[in-house]
């Protein structure tokens, strides 16, 4: 596919990117977020970087694990590719914008894994319950081997209930669902992210890894 040359697809329908030079020794828990809706606000399939801002207080959350030597991974789904609205050239334009806008409030992202496998796609990218997609937790998988990451004492933030599916079958115990009631999710405790007192809770998480 000649519009994927030159990005860091580690398949036809994975982007693995490790961004920055920031180093960590094995064994760390991660601090793992899904993008559309817990990082920018939800846009609907965004495609257009000029349209991208980020959602209040989640800068802060980044930067605590950068302090922190806590790796930040971004996992995300990112179905619009198989469904053919845009391609990874897009992507990228968007995702750079996102993560420019982080790095203005001093907020680093260490890795990027985005998964394009829809059944709804057509061609290599039209794979139903593809594993690396959210539920599956391919990608945080995929993340801990390459970081060699402590899972099980990694986090998730995300602002759908397949976020933390996905951390529950990777076999995290605590993630924060952005809008929503806490609850246990099989072995995972999933905490809400609505207000300043549990935002305060995840930061407290996060320097306390
Ligand atoms: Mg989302």
């Known amino acids: ?31 793992f977020l899904d993008r559309d809706g817990t990082i920018n606000l939800d846009t609907g399939y965004p495609d257009d970087p000029a349209a991208m801002a980020l959602r209040d207080g989640i800068a802060p959350v980044i930067a605590a694990a950068n302090q922190h030597g806590v790796p930040v991974v971004v996992v995300t789904n990112q179905s619009g590719i198989a469904r053919g609205y845009f391609g990874w050239d897009a992507f990228a334009r968007v995702n750079g914008r996102v993560l420019e806008l982080l790095a203005e409030q001093d907020a680093f992202v260490d890795m990027v894994l985005a998964c394009a496998y829809h059944e709804a796609g057509s061609g290599p990218l039209a794979i139903a319950d593809h594993p690396m997609r959210k539920p599956n937790p391919g990608m945080l998988l995929e993340a801990g081997r390459r970081l060699g990451l402590d899972i099980e004492r990694s986090l998730i933030v995300g602002d759908k209930p397949a976020d933390m599916e996905a951390g529950r079958r990777a076999g995290l115990a605590r993630g924060w669902l952005v809008d929503c009631e806490g609850s246990m999710m099989g072995g995972l405790s999933m905490l809400p992210l609505r207000d300043a007192t549990d935002l305060d809770g995840l930061l407290t998480a996060i320097r306390s890894l």
């Not at 697809?9 to 960590?24: C, I, N, Q, S």
């Open 1 to 31: 596919m000649a519009e994927s040359e030159g990005f860091p697809l580690a398949e036809p329908g994975l982007w693995v990117e490790r961004v920055g030079d920031r180093t960590f020794p094995a064994g760390r828990p991660a601090l």
